[in-house]
């Protein structure tokens, strides 16, 4: 990005008043709008339902404004998006939510300087990409674990099914967490993932929670854009679902063990005061259970009671940040060591979003 | 290969083209009837879109799964129409409007179907066929839904009514040779218009299978182009209704491949497996070509071939 000397100091200085000022004294008067793109429809039990409520709730804010854009394709249609909601809504903040929208983010960053692209997932790199381009991501993978000890209870024929879209780092790290979650409870338990290609196959989804519920597997959880499918198909199938992005419970009340859901409240009300309040944008936000940037669905009567204990004793460690999912010796699906005895990779570690292996007990591969 | 890992490949295979080769049936039957008489519709793509959502909405807001389905058989026989007609009036090619047809079904069905996205609408019962085997798995592979006995019978009924009724002499004359069906005294137009119309219905309600049988919900990602690919079916299955039936559960079988091989274990080249129909697809339309030549069995009259 071409920031020039006094647009600089300029940030400088309003940066510096925001951390002078009262936190919201003048916040409230100044106007806001605020974009927010989505890859698929705001209701679709998932993903960008997640987003789409936390956005509704900004419109409470005083001041604020939100334009919003679904079915957007991870295409230049991104940027041409974006484009009209700077020029013809005058947006200041724009949340890119879907993974896929990051180049087109990076690209259209420059020409806008002051405009901030707020993108969920984690690719941006300090340095490397525009300084009002930023990531926010939150660690769902606690919340996976946490769904794989509820898995790893209920499940007779040990084996657990994982639908997944594709092998990106976000990705593999709820599939190993998920797995982890299930063989602390009985290291005997295997996952195994089907990849579907995209994040929306609803036929392919059907057929991949079909073939998991063929083959024995007797709890499935997924991550793709609308879990509806699967945990419908689960339901006829009389397979056990965790849910996830959102709470599923309804769509398979009998078997809907438990969920992972995001809870993008929190970060998009701190990213809507600070562009409203002039305040620094934070290019790097992270946070999982104990940060309020993710949650579990309410236990049902499927939740067997001993993974409720189990579960809650692990959370109530997460909840208290003595919890770490990744540590050594852990070795991946094809017997190699890729986190060394003694090493524990903490959930902010930046290595871990660059996960590209399945661990002990997950039967796939990662291999296009 | 062990026989664990044999049956449950059979099962995702055989399962798989029954569930997911459904929709093709109905599609490429609506097709063949279409273009047997001697038009192309491209536009099956937006029916089938169309009728999945107005199926799921109707059921929704009915409470009856039939009673969407009859609404997307409607809206497909509507759509048909629509396109039977314009593509009578002169020097309107129907490839064009047909294009057309896609886009704006499968526009207007994101549009008017976002409120459907979240509800659950009644789904079309399921036949159990396989209640006398202990095996739940072979059960679930052969818990039928209702419509795909129904497209198995209409296959046949087709395939009887082209080859040994007057109507279907007709239709097929009119497909073959426009001048001698007119000579003959035939409605030209008016046959053409009425196989479109009962074309799109076909379409239809191969939609409604998708948002109430399988995967049964209403998205916008619901259909992965199985109305186009329908065209290519109907050409590889000569214009036969029996040949389409094959045709159909082939496709389905070759869509049940990706996931059924990745819960086998075999994952590396996943991305291949799961476009194994559209490759399918291709190989087809390659294997079919002869330049020199038209192949047996086609309309003679189709702007395809023509």
Redesign the interface.
Known sequence: MTLNRRQFLASGVSAAAAGLLPFGAFAAERKLTIGALYVGPHDDYGYNQSHAQAVAKLKALPGIKVVEQENVPETVAVQKAMEAMIEEDGAELIFVTSFGYFSHAVKLAPKYPKVRFAHCGGLWQAGKDPANVGSYFGYIDECQYLNGIAAGHATKSKKLGFVAAKPIPQVLRNINAFTMGARSVNPEISTQVIFTGDWSMPVREAEATNSLADKGVDVVTCHVDSPKVLVETAAKRGVDVCGYHADQSVLAPKLYLTGAEWNWETVYKAYALAAQSGAPFANMTRGGLKDGFVRMSAYTAATPAKARTAIDGVKAKMLAGKFDIFKGPLKDNTGKEVIPAGTTLVQTDLKLESMDYLVEGVIGSTGA | MSEAVVS?LA??MI??AI??GTPYLFVSLGECITEKGGRVNLGLEGILVMGAMSGYALSYLSGSPWIGLLCAAAMGLCMGLLHGLICSLPRVNDIAFGIGLMLLGTGLA?FLG?GF??P?APQLPALSLGSFIADP?WR??LSINALFPIGVLLSLLLHWGLRSTRPGLALRLVGDHEGTARALGYPVATVRIIATAVGGAFAGVGGAY?SLC????W????S?GQGIMAVALVIFARWRPLGCLAAAMLFGAA??L???L????I?????LF?AAPYALTLAIMIASCRPRQTLGGTPGELSLTR
């Open positions: 449950t099962i995702g399962g798989g569930r997911v994101f976002k996205i979240q659950q798995r679930s592979a998708l399988y995967p049964g919900s998205s916008e990602g619901l992965s869509g049940a990706g996931p059924a990745q819960s086998i274990g994952s590396s080249g996943y991305h799961n």
